[in-house]
C-alpha cells in the first residue's frame, strides 16, 4: 500500500519503501511510478493513460522521500530546481559505532563504475571523476551504531553510500558497500527523510517529511 505523504493537483510525494524502485529496469519488477499512476487512475477515475514523470530517484534498497509530478509543466519547473540545486534534502543513515568527529565535510571524487553499478570514492580527482560533497553531524547513539544526518551538495551516483564507506563507515546492512552483515529485508539503513520544495506554480516552500521504516532500529524516531 502507498504511503502518501503530500498530494495535489500537481505534485505527489510518496514514502518509498525499500525495496521499491522509482523506475522500471531489466528486472522487470513494477516500478514504484507504475503504481502511483494506478493510484491516481483508480482515485481519480481517470480514463486514458496518467501521466506522471519522475522527478529524481532513490537506490532500491533505500526508503524516504521521493516526488512525482503530475503535470508536464510541473516536470519542467521541478526538473530545473533539481538541476540548479534550489531544493534541500535530508538523509538519516545509521553507521558504526565509532566515527568521529560529531559533524564532519566530506569531500572526494567519484567515479562510477557501470558495469557493476558502483561509484567508488577518491581523496584526489582522477580521469572521469566527479567532485561530491557532503556534510554530517551524528543525531543519536543507539547501541551498537550511530545515526547520523546528512545533506548533500552534489548529488552523485551512490553518493552517500560511496563517500561513508571511504572514511570506514558503510551504511548498516549495505554489502555492496563494504558492511559486514545484510539486513534481513535486503534493505540499507538509508532514509531520505526531508526535502524541501518551492511548488512549481504557486512558489510556495513546502516541506515533506518521510517517517522512517517500522524496524527495530529506527525505533529513536518513533516519537516524532
Given at each position: 500500500?502507498?504511503?502518501?505523504?503530500?498530494?495535489d493537483?500537481?505534485?505527489?510525494?510518496?514514502?518509498?519503501?525499500?525495496?521499491?524502485?522509482?523506475?522500471g529496469?531489466k528486472?522487470?519488477?513494477?516500478p514504484l511510478?507504475?503504481?502511483?499512476?494506478?493510484?491516481i487512475?483508480k482515485?481519480?477515475?481517470?480514463p486514458?493513460?496518467?501521466?506522471?514523470?519522475?522527478?529524481?530517484?532513490?537506490?532500491?534498497?533505500?526508503?524516504?522521500v521521493?516526488?512525482?509530478?503530475?503535470?508536464?509543466?510541473?516536470?519542467?519547473?521541478?526538473?530545473?530546481q533539481f538541476k540548479?540545486?534550489k531544493t534541500?534534502?535530508?538523509y538519516w543513515?545509521i553507521?558504526?559505532?565509532?566515527?568521529?568527529?560529531?559533524t564532519?565535510?566530506?569531500?572526494h571524487?567519484l567515479?562510477?563504475n557501470t558495469?557493476?553499478?558502483?561509484?567508488?570514492?577518491?581523496e584526489?580527482?582522477?580521469?572521469?571523476?566527479?567532485?561530491?560533497?557532503l556534510?554530517?553531524?551524528?543525531?543519536?547513539d543507539?547501541?551498537r551504531?550511530?545515526?547520523?544526518?546528512?545533506t548533500?551538495?552534489?548529488?552523485?551516483?551512490?553518493?552517500?553510500?560511496?563517500?561513508?564507506?571511504?572514511?570506514g563507515?558503510?551504511?548498516?546492512g549495505?554489502?555492496?558497500?563494504?558492511?559486514?552483515?545484510?539486513n534481513?529485508?535486503?534493505?540499507?539503513?538509508?532514509?531520505?527523510?526531508w526535502?524541501?520544495?518551492?511548488?512549481?506554480t504557486t512558489?510556495?516552500?513546502i516541506?515533506?517529511?518521510?517517517?522512517?521504516?517500522?524496524k527495530?532500529?529506527?525505533?529513536?524516531?518513533?516519537?516524532?
Open positions: 500500500m502507498l504511503k502518501i505523504l503530500y498530494e493537483n500537481h505534485l505527489i510525494a510518496i514514502n518509498k519503501v525499500a525495496g521499491d524502485l522509482v523506475q529496469d528486472t522487470g519488477d513494477k511510478v507504475d503504481k502511483v499512476k494506478s493510484y487512475k482515485k481519480y477515475n481517470k486514458g493513460a496518467v501521466f506522471l514523470g519522475v522527478i529524481h530517484r532513490l537506490d532500491r534498497p533505500t526508503s524516504g521521493v516526488l512525482f509530478a503530475r503535470t508536464s509543466k510541473a516536470l519542467s519547473r521541478m526538473n530545473h540548479e540545486r534541500n534534502k535530508v543513515a553507521v558504526g559505532p565509532d566515527i568521529a568527529p560529531q564532519a565535510t566530506l569531500n571524487w567515479k562510477r558495469k557493476i553499478n558502483k561509484s567508488f570514492a577518491h584526489h580527482e582522477i580521469n572521469n571523476s566527479k567532485k561530491a560533497v556534510h554530517y553531524k551524528k543525531l543519536i543507539l547501541d551504531y550511530v545515526v547520523l544526518e546528512i548533500l551538495e552534489t548529488g552523485r551516483h551512490h553518493q552517500i553510500r560511496s563517500q561513508l564507506t571511504q572514511i563507515f558503510p551504511i548498516k549495505d554489502l555492496k558497500y563494504g558492511a559486514k552483515k545484510s534481513p529485508d535486503g534493505s540499507i539503513d538509508l532514509h531520505a527523510r526535502l524541501r520544495i518551492d511548488h512549481p512558489k510556495e516552500s516541506e515533506i517529511v518521510a517517517p522512517p521504516p517500522l527495530p532500529q529506527w525505533n529513536f524516531a518513533l516519537s516524532d
